[in-house]
C-alpha cells in the first residue's frame, strides 16, 4: 500500500519562506511523478507543481513560478516543494500525490495516491 505524507506547513509572514516534504513509501518511489496540489478555504483544489519521475521535468502553476521549486530524492521517496516570497494568496492546504501512469501529469485525475495535506498559512 502506498503511502504520502506531508510535513514542513505552518505559519509564515508574507515574504517568508517555507519548505514541504512528502514521504512515498510503500511503492516505488522512482517510478512515480510527483505533485503538489492545494486547496484554499471555499475553492477547488488546484495544480501547483509537478516533477517528473527522474526529476528531468518540471512544471508550475503560472502564480508561483520564479517563487516555488519542486524537487526529488528518490533515494530517500522524498519531494519537495520550497516556497519562497510567500503571499496570502498561498495559504491552504497543500497536497502530495503521485502518478503511476504519467511523465509530468497536471490534471488531478492523473494522479493515482494522495497524501492528507500539510496546512500553510500566510499573514499580511
Known amino acids: 500500500q502506498v503511502q504520502l505524507e506531508e510535513s514542513g506547513g505552518g505559519l509564515v509572514q508574507a515574504g517568508g519562506s517555507l519548505r514541504l516534504s512528502c514521504l512515498v513509501s510503500?511503492?516505488?518511489?522512482?517510478?512515480?511523478?510527483m505533485g503538489w496540489f492545494r486547496q484554499a478555504p471555499g475553492k477547488e483544489r488546484e495544480f501547483v507543481a509537478v516533477?517528473?519521475?527522474?526529476?528531468?521535468?518540471?512544471h508550475y502553476v503560472d502564480s508561483v513560478k520564479g517563487r516555488f521549486t519542486i524537487s526529488r530524492d528518490n533515494a530517500k521517496n522524498t519531494v519537495n516543494l520550497q516556497m519562497n516570497g510567500l503571499k496570502p494568496e498561498d495559504t491552504a492546504l497543500y497536497y502530495c500525490?503521485?502518478?503511476?501512469?504519467?511523465?509530468?501529469?497536471?490534471?488531478?485525475?492523473?494522479?493515482?495516491?494522495w497524501g492528507q495535506g500539510t496546512q500553510v498559512t500566510v499573514s499580511s
Open positions: 516533477i517528473s519521475d527522474g526529476g528531468a521535468g518540471t
Open positions: 500525490a503521485a502518478s503511476r501512469r504519467y511523465y509530468r501529469p497536471t490534471d488531478q485525475t492523473s494522479f493515482d495516491y
Open positions: 510503500g511503492g516505488t518511489f522512482s517510478n512515480y511523478a
